[in-house]
């Protein structure tokens, strides 16, 4: 099941073939969805019994085609292809990227692979949707790169989890954009002291935190319909050219390994999200160097998901 946050008048939705399905608008025609929470967050807070009552509901129309038709005449189901989304998760409460974990993306950038997850929290105001522009900073406009990074939606709350038992409290999968300004790289690596690394690191990830620098999507695949996330194909383009092609069988640490690590820490709840951390083929790490410009298009696969394509555009 692909769950969607639909534009306008944000509320959730469910993906049935090439049609969306408004959960919201359709109450009148079939009276459980009255029960269905009005935004995908509170379906994950809902647990096993709200996604269970949205799958049921997408059966019911799925099979039924007089239904279907009813729906549509209300409009309440609509076309994918012209439907406007925002993030399927448009305010969840944490996101939390990790960083150096894919060994091709480590060898690129001349850095050793690490003896446990690092991780740094990405600004959950800069989540915008597919189709929404991703904003040149007018004050860094020059080196603005991309990461394309299959992401975790937390489904359950969770703290202190066993590896083994990690899997459980997903609810499903996404795509996540770490759209990152590059000024500030060059000082990390120069760096001869201890203290002088760390301050240089603290602000390179500011360069991470600007406005509409975390597109997320297209949709929220539930976890049934990606059963091994360490064998998923994440591919990214610039302008239909390929920049980014790997699979989540090259991670340092996997899934459940990051939950497990994580989880130690943080009380991660549903609609949470953690990303897996990028692959090779990022800008900076090419020779010579490519970024972003106003007018490109950036544009991130993933198998079971789909494609989550944003436009680059000029600060106003």
């Known amino acids: 099941m692909r769950l969607v946050t639909l534009d306008a008048r944000p509320r959730p939705g469910v993906v049935l073939g090439e ?6 608008g359709c109450g009148e025609v079939i009276g459980a969805a009255g029960d269905v929470p009005r935004t995908v967050r509170g379906i994950l807070e809902g647990g096993d019994a709200a996604v269970d009552l949205v799958r049921r509901i997408a059966d019911r129309i799925g099979s039924t085609p007089r239904l279907s038709e009813r729906l549509r005449e209300q409009g309440a189901l609509l076309s994918r292809a012209t439907a406007r989304l925002l993030a399927p998760v448009p305010d969840p ?15 690129e950038m001349n850095t ?4 446990y997850p690092t991780s740094f929290t990405k600004n959950a105001s800069a ?3 597919p189709g929404a522009p991703i904003v040149l900073p007018a004050s860094h406009p020059d080196m603005v790169d991309w990461e394309g990074e299959f992401s975790v939606v937390i489904g359950r709350p969770c703290h202190r989890v066993a590896e083994k ?23 990390v690596f120069q760096a001869s002291a201890v203290m002088s690394g760390v301050l240089a690191w603290e602000r ?14 297209p949709v929220l695949a539930t976890k049934d319909e990606i059963p091994d996330p360490g064998a998923v194909e994440l591919t990214t383009k610039l302008n239909g050219k390929t920049m980014q092609s790997a699979n989540t069988d090259d991670l340092v640490f996997g899934v459940p390994e990051l939950i497990a690590y994580y989880s130690k820490w943080y009380r991660f709840r549903p609609g949470d999200v953690i990303t897996t951390g990028s692959p090779s083929g990022v800008g900076f790490g090419r020779d010579p160097k490519i970024f972003m410009r106003a007018g490109d298009r950036i544009e991130i696969h993933a198998s079971g998901i789909g ?10």
């Open 19 to 24: 049609e969306i399905v408004d959960l919201t």
């Open 93 to 107: 409460g944490l996101i939390l990227s990790c960083g150096m974990n894919y060994r091709a993306h480590l060898q």
């Open 112 to 115: 050793p692979v690490p003896a």
């Open 127 to 129: 989540v915008i949707g």
């Open 165 to 187: 038992d990690a899997l459980d409290y997903v609810a499903g999968y996404t795509l996540i954009n770490d759209v990152s300004a590059r000024d500030w790289v060059e000082p």
């Open 204 to 217: 390179n990830l500011l360069g991470k935190q600007f406005p509409t620098f975390c597109p997320m999507g």
């Open 307 to 316: 494609t989550l394509s944003n436009p680059v555009a000029a600060a106003s």
